[in-house]
């Protein structure tokens, strides 16, 4: 299986050079799936695995604007639609320097089998330019924004592939993108989710990343006759994702004691709450401020050029951007007690850390099951917009906690080796025979 899985890696790196991203992310759901495959022909001679590591389609386009200072800018926009066999294309909008094609192949080839574990009707898509909107005006952002929508608006529509927010693309964005789309065509469609409550959004949409991580760790303690009452939790980034797992975790009893960015990280040992949550909500969300400012705020502990994990814990949760938990940050955890980490961005954790994870006995769940609130909810905004209704928010949060419930489940079914369950297997497993499923019976296109 090793010579199996060596010679299929080989292929993808030949025929997607450089991208290095892309490479680790089809590693990861390959060593899972190769094996179980094996057992099961249909997948293997339809060659499903292979079909699912090319995108359908790959959109490349420049975006011009012109800042205030009247100077023209030119950046590079992108849309991964990767697989579309169980429902359109779903998957958010990057905004960052970072932003290259293997990022975003990478993320689009995640929200597939992330996707499909929600059981929604949902297609793994992802997207976004190389602009960065900190530092920018209101005005200089939405002429960005209105320029990539004059583009991106021939590939997306409610039934064919509906973009949402991500790094770089709060509610600020989304409204101007959804502004143009909509005076494009015209036409007042659930095109893009993460909208306002107040036009077409979903209520618990900013939450639901941070809350649907919360609920998958109350599951994950839970097999272990464990919950979160007086846990020790360091996190790293501090948006909506963050912020909101430090609110539902406070309700539940756990302290969360770190936020960080690429700067440093903030350490408070009382654990954040109250005054210095609130504020925290729109440090990133709104202001776009680092974290240092939160630190200053409240007099407490900066620490520079170093990351939130060699702060003892009982539980890790990255929640900013892919490999930011490496061998060392994982090495550190281990050394210092940690029981429990749970990804909540994507892809967060380096190949190096998972294996010192797994050697060390610590639960370990992909950012693939763990994460996967957010778009669950987005898929139920979907669901709103297309019946013209607007759920209460104890509704929506109900069927979020039964949606996280429901890919833990998933996980444990295919995810069980020698009494313990392995939740990278699972969720690579259950999320790959879905599409696979839908796939073959579709056809070989």
């Known amino acids: ?85 169980i429902g359109p294309y779903k998957g958010g909008l990057r905004f960052h320097p970072s932003v290259n094609l293997s990022i975003l192949k990478f993320l689009a080839f995640e929200q597939v089998f992330k996707n499909s574990l929600t059981t929604l009707p949902l297609g793994g898509g992802k997207g976004g330019a190389d602009f960065d909107p900190r530092g920018k005006s209101d005005q200089e952002v939405m002429r960005f924004c209105q320029s990539f929508m004059n583009e991106l608006f021939r590939h997306i529509g409610p039934d064919t592939d509906v973009p949402a927010g991500d790094i770089g693309v709060g509610s600020r964005e989304v409204g101007y993108l959804f502004g143009q789309y909509r005076k494009i065509r015209n036409s007042f469609t659930g095109a893009i989710t993460g909208k306002g409550v107040g036009w077409g959004g979903s209520l618990i949409r900013p939450e639901a990343t941070g809350y649907g991580v919360v609920y998958f760790l109350r599951e994950m303690l839970k097999v272990k006759g464990d919950d979160l009452r007086g846990k020790t939790i360091a996190i790293s980034g501090y948006g909506n994702v963050g912020s909101y797992f430090i609110e539902k975790a406070c309700q539940y009893g756990a302290r969360v004691v770190t936020i960080a960015d690429d700067k440093g990280y903030v350490y408070d040992p009382e654990g954040i709450s ?10 990133w969300v709104v202001h776009r401020r680092p974290a ?153 296109i």
Request: with cysteine; glycine share 8%; charged share 25%.
């Open 274 to 283: 109250g005054e210095k949550l609130e504020y925290l909500k729109d440090l």
């Open 1 to 85: 299986m090793s010579e199996r899985l060596d010679s299929f890696i080989s292929e993808v790196i030949a025929k997607n050079p450089g991208e290095k991203e892309f490479h680790q992310a089809v590693y990861e759901v390959a060593a899972s799936v190769l094996p179980f495959i094996e057992h099961d022909s249909k997948y293997k001679q339809e060659k499903i695995l292979e079909r699912l590591v090319e995108p359908e389609r790959v959109v490349m386009f420049r975006v011009t604007w012109v800042d205030d200072n009247g100077d023209v800018q030119v950046n590079r926009g992108y849309r991964v639609q990767m697989n579309s066999a």
């Open 292 to 444: 240092r400012d939160f630190a200053e705020k409240f007099g407490l502990k900066w620490v520079e050029g170093r990351r939130p994990w060699e702060v003892p814990c009982d539980i890790a949760v990255p929640t900013a951007t892919q490999n930011e938990l490496d061998l060392t940050g994982a090495k550190n955890l281990a050394q210092n007690g940690c029981k429990c980490v749970v990804e909540a961005a994507n892809m967060p954790c380096t190949h190096e850390a998972v294996d010192v994870f797994k050697s060390a006995g610590i639960l370990f769940a992909p950012g693939k099951a763990a994460n996967a609130g957010g778009v669950a909810v987005s898929g139920l905004e979907m669901c709103q917009n297309s019946q013209h209704i607007c759920w209460c928010a104890d509704e929506v949060d109900c069927k979020l906690q039964d949606i996280m419930k429901n890919i833990h489940q998933q996980c444990i079914t295919y995810g069980k080796e020698k009494g313990q369950i392995n939740y990278v297997k699972g969720a690579n497993i259950a999320g790959f025979i879905r599409v696979a499923d839908a796939m073959l019976a579709q056809g070989i």
